[in-house]
Every structure is written in C-alpha cells, then in structure tokens.
C-alpha cells in the first residue's frame, strides 16, 4: 500500500516532523536528481558467473578498493619505495564514504565531513596531517598543534528544538536540577573512563580502537548495550538519553539499544584527556574528509588509480593472487596476477569476491552488520534565516530522527553572509531490521527525498524553499559498520583481521569496528606493512 506524504515523513523522519508540517503551504518541487550508482552496479556480484580475461596483466601489489583504507594502503607502500602499485576502484571518483563532490558554489561532502583533531603525535593520521601542512607545531606537553583555519569556527554546534535554535547539543533550556546533576555525573565518568590504563599503561579506550586495553575490566562492558549501561548506572534523565541517542546515530547509524556499552563511551572518552579536556577540535573542510581523500591520491602517480573497475573473484594461490574484474563501463573483461593483494571492500562484499569463501562461508561474517545511510546536499541562494542562536557548522534537529546538517561554505574566513550556501543533510537509517531500513532507504525515489528534506528543514527555516535552487541526494546502502554488543570484542572481528595465506591481506573500518577515518587508515596502514613484509621489504613500522 503506497503511503500517504504524511505517512512517508512519519516513517523516516519521526512523528513530530509530520505534524509540523501539516500546515505547510503548497510549494514547487526543488530540481535534482539521486546521484548514487553503486548499489546498481555492484549488485552484478550477485548475478552469477561473470567472464574472464584471457590476457593476465601483472603487478607486484593490486589493492582492490579506493576508500580510505585502500589509498591509505598505497600511501604507505608508496612511502615505503614500493613502485609497481595499482589501486582498482568500483566508482567513478575515489574516496568511498568520504568522498565529496562540487557545485559552482563550494566543494562539499558526500559522506564523513570532519576528522576530530589526534590527542598523540604519533601514528600514520598525524603523519598525513604533517604532510599536508595541518600540523603547525607541538605545545609544552609535546602533542600536535593544529592550523587554526582548519579548526572548526564558532558558532560550531547548534541544535532546534520546538520553533527556536538553542546553542550547543545538550538542551539546557528547562532543564531540571536533576536532570543537569546526571549530567554532571555522567560527564564524570567519562572523564574517569577517558583517564584509565591498564597495568601495561594503555588507555582503556583508544584511538585507533586497536591501542585499547584489552583488560576484561573494559572489554566486559561491549556484551551489553549503551541503553542497558544507562539504566544500570541509574541515569534515567531524557535529556541526556537523547544526547547520548544522537552520539550513537550520529558515529555508529545505530541507536544506543543497538550500540555496545564499550562503542558508547569510547563516543565520549577515547578523544579526551580525563579532565574534561576533549581534543583541540574538529578539524574540517568544504569538501569534508574528500580533502583527506585528495591528499592520500595526491601520494600516487596519476596511473596507479583505476576507476569504474568491478573486482568479482580473488583466488590466493603460493604464486600470489589472481584477480578477476570486469570493466564497469564497457563490461569487457580484465584480469590481473599479483604478488600481494590488499582487499579494501567490507566483510560481507568480501565473502562474495574470494574464491575460497564462496565455497565455505566464513563463520565470522553473521557478526557484521551495516547500517544504511542518506546523505542530501541542498544548495541555496542565500544562508537560511534562523530563530534563536546563530547558524552554526553543525545544526541538528531534536525532534528529527535526522542528524540535520552541516554548512559547506562555515570555514570560510571571509564568508559572504549573504552569499550561497551548500547545506549537507544525514539521516542516519537507525532502526534494528537493517534490511528493512536498507530496503525503505533504497526503494524512495527522488520525489519522496525532496519531500523528506524540505520537511525536516522547513519548520526551522519556514523560507527556505524560496531559496533552494538545486538538491542532490546520495543512499548509502551499507554505510557503516554497526558496533552491536559484543561485537567489539567478540572473536569474529578478530578472525575477521587475519590474512589468508601468504599474499591476501584486508582492510576496511569494519575491522575496527567503528566506521571513522581513523579505523581506516590503520587497517590500511596495517595490512600495506603485511604486503611489506611479504615482498622482503624492510621498513620502520608507522604504526
């Protein structure tokens, strides 16, 4: 049964989006498109045999994906002097959810838009960092000092609640005094979590999520979740239920019923210093983390990216790997033979693309699970107009299952106040059936996202559709991994980390557990210094 426009903005956006909008004036649609062509695309994997090449084209390292991890791969073997290195991705552009794209008005983000600034001057994030001139030195204590261009400009955080903007993420406006004490207590236990380690001294919560501790006082709490922590520490307050919803929705797609105790308070500890102190900030761009993504390309000859290139079968043998592709657009046949591969793609597509795994399923691949996402990027003529605080970079709506959006054109040191604008809107697909919510995210056209959009958008600016000149939506099927009680610290994941054979090695944010930028490129890092060890490289760690 087809559902009514009402009935539709219930079912994604939540009730209270619905019932602002019942008085909304009739409207002209806003011109767009849905600009996303992987799920079409990569469905080929499913179809059956597909044909291949009689010319095998030879390489010392083929990583197979060009998200975060795949390029980060490269990077480091690139670092390390290793030439013959080629990078097959499934896409047009590379970058994966961190991708971005460009309009006449600004760069912006088709995914992740923002890196939270590392806490240690160690590690291959800061090392890109300093490649890319953020880092402009290190304080008394020796920790990195980012450029304050890239830091996130105040008004950052803003969110809308029943007609007005209020500032920050926390609604203090009619708080009580118990609600503001639990606060206060859980903002102290986050302060504790963030100051523990263990007897071998490594912070109980840790950026990447490998340096964690792995001391049962900790791993303990991933068997349950966020929400039954909550109600076991006695706080009941819905306000902070809600600030700690959004955190999980907003990082993990996933509420904190679905969302490990362990993956919730590494949200508030893992960035901090036990004192309250979080990271020197949010470092950001336009275009979002796709500057991260041009700076990791930027490592790599012109030829050693290929795009529009479907990657259907890995077979391992003592020789190395042979790899079978098709070629996205043509749909002619490629075939290639390396010594080393590195397999960037998520668990549940690798099932389908290594040979040996589609006779035996690995036994690890029921513990992962992806949450669907949306990503809309709304230009206007002019910023819209606000009631209450201030536009901000990052503006969320309270009442919206929506995470609201993020202002494209923010750091611009000379911002044209009246200028046009990009908005970028998420809606995180959070419910518990992910293939439900995959299946709901997938099957809406572009009518029903331009319905969507200007409903959640429309109570909190009522002009905004005067303004709109173009919307461009983006569905992200499987956009991130979903860090579900027990998972973390389950046996899967660790199974899931280990090469196969000699020559076939895996990386992606699902190894981590938690779909950050972080994860990636550790795991990328991590399996290109497997690769090195493999050809008889030797290279000092960068991990």
Known sequence: ?????????????????????????????????????????????????????????????????????????????????????????????????????????????????????????????????????????????????????????????????????????????????????????????????????????????????????????????????????LEREGFHSTRLKWLVDYACRDDYGATSEHVSAWAGIWYFAARQDGQGERSEGFLSWPEGNGRLVQQLSSSLPPRAVERDVLVHTVTPSVKGCRVDALDARTGQPRSFQARQVVLTCPRFIAAHVVAPWRAQRPAWLSAFTYAPWVVANLTLSSPPVSRGFPLAWDNVFQESK???????????????????????????????????EREKALSAGYADWEALVMADLRPAHPGIAAQAQRLEVQRWGHAMVRPTPGFIWGPERQAAQESLGPSLHFAHTDLGGLALFEEANWFGVKAAERVLAGLGVASESWL
């Open 1 to 229: 049964m087809e559902l009514t426009r009402r009935e539709l903005i219930a079912a994604f956006l939540g009730s209270a989006v619905a019932s602002a909008c019942k008085r909304d004036a009739p409207r002209a649609p806003i011109p767009g498109a849905v600009v996303d062509r992987a799920v079409e695309v990569g469905h080929k994997l499913r179809g059956g045999p597909l044909p291949v090449a009689q010319t095998v084209e030879s390489v010392d390292v083929l990583v197979v994906g060009g998200g975060i991890a795949g390029l980060s791969a490269a990077w480091r073997l690139m670092g390390a002097g290793v030439k013959d290195v080629r990078v097959v991705e499934l896409e047009a552009d590379v970058g994966g959810t961190s991708r971005s794209g460009r309009n006449a008005v600004t760069s912006f983000p088709w995914g992740a838009h923002y890196l939270p600034a590392p806490t240690e001057d160690r590690g291959p994030v800061v090392r890109l960092l300093r490649e890319m001139g953020a880092v402009s030195g290190v304080d008394a204590q020796g920790l990195p000092t980012f450029e304050e261009t890239l830091l996130i400009q105040e008004p950052d955080e803003r969110h809308f609640y029943r007609g007005h903007w209020y500032e920050g993420l926390y609604l203090r406006v009619g708080a009580t005094a118990a609600d503001l004490a639990e606060l206060e207590r859980f903002d102290a236990r986050m302060n504790a979590f963030a100051a523990a380690r263990d007897a071998k001294g490594r912070k109980a919560f840790a950026v990447p999520t490998s340096r964690s501790s792995d001391d049962a006082e900790w791993t303990a709490l991933d068997a349950l979740s966020m929400a039954q922590w």
């Open 402 to 436: 929506s995470l609201g959006y993020v202002v494209a054109t923010h750091q611009r040191l000379r911002q044209d106040e009246n200028g046009p604008t990009v908005l970028t809107w998420y809606l995180p697909m959070a419910g518990g059936d992910v293939k439900a």
